[in-house]
């Protein structure tokens, strides 16, 4: 409303204006004038003289600018301004330039100058019939059911005449036939549109098509026309539905199954014929997206199709909703679902997560610890979904389930030792019980951590060490070693001698001192072998954990002989205590003759122990010898008159030592005739009878109490050695075959030797080992040895 009354507002504005101008120009305008042309004239065709028209003078046309001015943007007309005429530009056509108006009119205005004139001039351009009628498509096609009644209408397409009024299309005619007839509506300006009317009923049997031609004629004389070919197709009666084969479809998918692969067929039929029994196969309307996404159908086949991934763990079944149409004109259709149930595969691995982990687990925890919580997820079902762990290899852990499925508690089986291992690796295996069964593995450090549970050992049990005697005081002498398998400060060793209250052991453990870190073993004063041969200690090793513990150690210390003592000479011994003595023999003794014999004593033992005699000065060394190792003095011959009656002898003692000690003794030796010497020879026999023995008694004396003391020494070593279970001998041994000398021997082992301190009388076949002072020989291996034996 508000769009018309503004129309209508500018429409009087407009009329005002006119009015106004009108009027002051009125003397100057005249009427208006108004010529006829047709259409597609040629360029240059006068349409008529304008000057005379309007009344103006030839000859004032140029003066005073005669011209036309058109509303429109192309010009179709102008003016001679010499002749006054008006001539057509260039072809005009109707149709394009007033389309479908029935008066085309084109308006002009002749404006002249001096004085100011404006005529109207109307130009119309009258049409010429020069089109014919068309059709947009010059065939179509309808079909008709069989079933149609007589009086179906059906609207033809009309056809389209570019010419206007009596031009245009004027009528429709229809070809001959029995079964329609043509009616023509006439809706004004949209001109005619014809009507096809069925006659009578169709026979697709008789004839299930017809071929029909539409003639559009238009009102020129001669008349022109256009044709269409109409072709009926009689359609069969669609009255029987597509029925499936089946009242239900299901089908067993596995998962994972190719694109491509087709997994159930569908099939429906339909009685009717033609289009009407064509089956067309597509999804249910009511299908969603995610069955769009995985299944299609097959529209002629019915073949269900799979087009993406299937995944049972996404979705177990799936209810497709399969529609079958038919082709006719008003297809009717049936709906079928069609269940798809998912088989699963075994396709996914187990899964092992570790939930809970004691990092370190001391080595004495009970059994059935738990050490760590792991859970097993595997996404499969059934069967597939079954998992069993266990560990790869032999560890003192078992995998105990839980009441939870797939949850497991890695417990302790054994006893544990960080001793003997401290670490473990160890791998799980999951495994599903699928076909072909699927397995993950993860890995896993276990560290026992340490307890105190193991007492520190020595490196030997009993230790065995010879220490010379006259050893530096405070010097280290020997040392025990004990390690301990634990770790930390349960590893950490002390030291310390076992003071037991005895009063041997207290005597000799307070001559010693150990260093309570290292072991070492330091003598606060030195050995003598004369006064102490042998002892032995405990040591006791303690670790630091809490709480602590120790081991001891029994150590047996043989004290070396060294050669600290000179020979003393027993016999001769004069009066004043001076080694000197006076033997009478008879002049006619016979050479070999025993003149007497030089005793001596060595307190110290074997080579530093074993006396050598020599003469170290005789008057006559023709007449008298001396047997080196036993110390007799024999004649070598028998005296003459020409030989003196007193003869000095001097006899050195000498030990074997590597610095050999020694002592002399003189011996004067008389001549006498042979009936002084039996008359000296009984009072000498006497002396000697009670001096030797005196000697006799003191040599008994000094020899059993040596020989006592070396054997309670060997008693004490073999009953130590037969607790500890160790083939260990120590011996001391006498020389049995004393012939004057006192010597001494001892047998001991060290690794795979055999060693024998000896006196005078050495053994065939013993050899001297360098180094032991010359005063030990090394003795054929009889027996194995297993003490461990030590030389300081």
């Known amino acids: 409303m508000e769009q018309t009354g503004l129309g209508t507002s500018r429409g009087q504005c407009r009329w005002t204006a ?42 004032t046309l140029k003066e005073r600018g005669c011209r036309i001015v058109e509303g429109a943007t192309e010009s179709f007309f102008h003016v001679n301004q010499n002749d006054g005429m008006l001539y057509v530009d260039r072809i005009i056509d109707r149709e394009k330039v007033c389309e479908r108006s029935n008066a085309c009119l084109i308006n002009l205005k002749t404006v002249l100058e001096n004085p100011l004139e404006i005529h109207y001039v109307t130009v119309e351009v009258l049409d010429v019939n020069d089109h014919s009628p068309s059709f947009s498509t010059s065939e179509s096609r309808l079909e008709i059911s069989e079933s149609v009644l007589p009086g179906l209408r059906l609207q033809l397409q009309a056809a389209h005449d570019p010419d206007v009024g009596q031009f245009s299309v004027k009528e429709y005619k229809l070809s001959p036939n029995d079964h329609f007839r043509l009616e023509v509506k006439d809706r004004g300006k949209d001109g005619k549109i014809p009507i096809l009317v069925l006659l009578k009923t169709l026979d697709r049997e008789t004839k299930n098509s017809h071929k029909l031609l539409l003639t559009a004629i238009d009102g020129g004389k001669p008349s022109n026309s256009g044709t269409a070919e109409i072709t009926v197709d009689v359609l069969d009666i669609n009255d029987n539905m597509p029925v499936f084969d089946q009242d239900t479809y299901s089908v067993l998918l596995e998962e994972n199954a190719p694109i491509g692969t087709t997994i159930i067929k569908v099939n429906a039929s339909d009685l009717d014929e033609g289009s009407n029994g064509e089956i067309v196969y597509s999804l249910g309307n009511n299908v969603n997206s995610r069955i769009r996404e995985l299944f299609r159908v097959d529209a002629n086949t019915g073949d269900i199709i799979v087009q993406g991934l299937i995944d049972f763990e996404l979705e177990e079944s799936y209810e497709i909703d399969i529609q079958a149409s038919d082709k006719g004109a008003a297809p009717l259709r049936t709906d079928k679902s069609v269940l798809v149930n998912i088989v699963d595969l075994n396709d996914n691995t187990p899964q092992i997560e570790i939930t809970s982990f004691a990092r370190a687990i001391p080595e004495d925890a009970r059994l059935g610890t738990t050490v760590a919580l792991i859970s097993v997820l595997d996404k499969d079902s059934g069967v597939n979904g079954k998992v069993i762990c266990s560990f790869n290899e032999e560890v003192p852990f078992i995998l105990s389930p839980s009441t939870q499925d797939n949850m497991y508690s890695i417990v302790t089986k054994s006893p544990l030792d960080r001793e003997k291992q401290s670490i473990y690796d160890v791998t799980i295996v999951a495994k599903d019980a699928g076909v072909p069964s699927l397995s993950s593995k993860k890995s896993m450090t276990i560290v026992v951590s340490d307890v105190n549970d193991n007492s520190p050992e020595f490196s030997g049990s009993p230790y065995t060490y010879y220490v010379t005697e006259n050893n530096s005081p405070g010097a280290s002498v020997f040392s025990v070693r004990a390690s301990d398998r634990d770790e930390g400060d349960n590893s950490r060793i002390l030291y310390h001698i076992l003071r037991d209250g005895k009063e041997n052991n207290k005597l000799h453990s307070f001559s010693l001192n150990i260093n309570s870190e290292n072991g070492d073993i330091l003598a606060l004063k030195s050995f003598d072998f004369e006064t102490l041969k042998t002892f032995q200690f405990r040591v006791v090793a303690t670790d630091s954990g809490t709480p602590s513990l120790s081991s001891n150690v029994t150590v047996n210390v043989f004290i070396l002989d060294q050669n600290d003592n000179a020979p003393v000479i027993l016999y001769p011994v004069s009066s004043n205590g001076s080694a000197e003595g006076v033997e ?28 050598l005699f020599s003469l170290q000065e005789v008057t006559d060394h023709s007449l008298f010898g001396l047997d080196r190792y036993t110390g007799r003095i024999r004649t070598l011959r028998s005296f003459t008159e020409t030989d003196e009656a007193e003869h000095k002898l001097v006899i050195l003692v000498k030990d074997n030592g590597n610095v050999s000690l020694s002592a002399t003794a003189t011996v004067i030796v008389k001549v006498v005739e042979p009936k002084e010497a039996f008359a000296a020879a009984d009072v000498k026999s006497a002396t000697n009878d009670e001096e030797d023995n005196n000697v006799t008694f003191y040599l008994m004396i000094t020899l059993g109490s040596v020989s006592t003391l070396f054997l309670i020494s060997i008693i004490v070593l073999i009953a130590m050695q037969c607790s500890k279970s160790t083939d260990y001998t120590s011996k001391y041994l006498q020389e ?32 001297i080992v360098p180094g032991s002072h010359a005063n030990t020989l090394v003795l054929p291996d009889r027996r194995c040895a297993t003490a461990e034996v030590r030389h300081v």
Request: charged share 20%.
């Open 18 to 59: 006119f009015i106004v101008s009108f009027i002051l120009l009125w003397s100057r305008a005249s009427a208006q004038i108004r010529y006829s042309i047709a259409e597609e004239v040629k360029e240059g065709t006068v349409i008529g003289n304008i000057a005379k028209d309007l009344g103006l003078e030839k000859s």
């Open 584 to 611: 009478e023999i008879p002049r006619n003794v016979n050479a070999g003759h025993l003149v007497t014999k030089v005793r001596a004593y060595d307190a110290d033992i074997g080579y530093n122990g074993w006396l």
């Open 736 to 767: 049995t075959n004393y012939d004057g000398t006192l010597c001494h021997s001892i047998q001991y082992r060290s690794g795979d030797k055999r060693y024998m301190l000896v006196g005078p009388r050495m053994s065939v076949g013993s050899t």
